[in-house]
């Protein structure tokens, strides 16, 4: 595991994009206009929610991040002051800020989704150098793989060489350079991920100890496999429990579920917390942000998520 050093809070590369949900019926064909039922507007990518998630926790987060010029933009940006985020973000006039359009059928929640992300496509080694201060300050430091996946492995060796608690969320499962691994102090992928990344079927708890094992040795320091409605598998040399999930009330929207749980889960390190205590505390943000519904899950703040475990 990474060493422990004097770092303060989070920092977080990912993108941002705008989250455009329409409700529907069914979707039109080639050349068809139909009505809608709904449309709502929100904040989406994995990095910026993972952000929001930390901050409404407590942590002091910076995010990193490329924007376009644009009212996306602009709501990007008041969406972080808001909560207090520090953006070490890039504005750019060539490309427009990241979207998403989400068709979600109105009968049955199924859900069709074209994602564009734009300006943050330009994220590069070069942008993530600029930041290399960020990166080195922070006691946590996370990563996904929205953004190019160059710029990911260069973030993850400045926060090893700084002594910074790495976490890489392999959010989408996409091909990446195997050097990753040795510099994740915790990895933390879906059972879905898991099972792409490793050959593996995760489909219960031994399989999913089977494809920890498979991450531990390819370098990683602590394998976090999260896994729907039975939890999630902290899985190390030195120990592997599963995290029992919460009951914070009817689910409602499970979109953005892994990012409140890697925010939470980041800003729980970045205190000092135990893995377990970490991974527990990250459980129970989850758990809440499942009950509110909308284009992405509304992130609890702090005395909410400090209340259910308190109830536990």
Not at 54 to 80: H, K
Not at 201 to 224: H, I, K, M, S, Y
Request: negative net charge; charged residues 15%.
């Amino acid at each position: 595991m990474g060493a422990v050093q004097a770092g303060r809070g989070v920092a977080i590369l990912g993108i941002y994009v705008a989250d455009l949900a329409f409700r529907a019926a069914h979707m039109p064909g080639v050349g068809q206009t139909i009505a809608g039922s709904g449309f709502a507007m929100g904040p989406g990518g994995k990095g910026s929610n993972q952000a929001v998630a930390a901050a409404r926790a407590g942590a002091e987060v910076t995010f990193i991040s490329t924007l376009g010029q644009d009212s996306f933009a602009d709501n990007a940006l008041a969406l972080w002051r808001a909560d207090g985020i520090t953006p070490r973000v890039k504005q750019v006039d060539t490309h427009p800020t990241g979207a998403a359009f989400i068709y979600l059928n109105e009968k049955n929640g199924d859900n069709a989704i074209i994602v564009v992300s734009g300006a943050a496509s330009l994220i590069g080694v070069a942008d993530v150098e600029a930041a290399s201060d960020a990166i080195a300050a922070a006691r946590v430091f996370v990563t996904q793989l929205e953004q190019p996946a160059d710029a990911a492995l260069r973030a993850l060796q400045i926060a090893r060489a700084a002594g910074t608690t790495t976490v890489f969320n392999p959010a989408p499962a996409v091909a990446f350079d195997d050097a990753v691994y040795p510099l994740c102090d915790f990895i933390t992928p879906n059972e879905h991920e898991a099972a792409i990344l490793t050959g593996l079927p995760v489909t219960n708890l031994e399989q999913a100890r089977a494809a920890g094992d498979a991450f531990l040795a390819r370098g990683v320091g602590c394998a976090l496999i999260t896994l729907g409605s039975q939890g999630a598998l902290l899985h190390s040399a030195s120990e592997s429990v599963l995290i029992a999930p919460f009951n914070a009330g009817p689910v409602l929207e499970t979109t953005g579920a892994g990012d409140a749980f890697n925010g939470g889960f980041a800003a729980a390190l970045a205190e000092g917390a135990t893995p377990r205590e970490a991974a527990r505390f990250a459980a129970a943000l989850a758990a809440i942000s499942v009950t509110r519904a909308g284009t992405a899950p509304s992130m609890p703040k702090r005395a909410e998520v400090d209340a259910l475990l308190a109830r536990a």
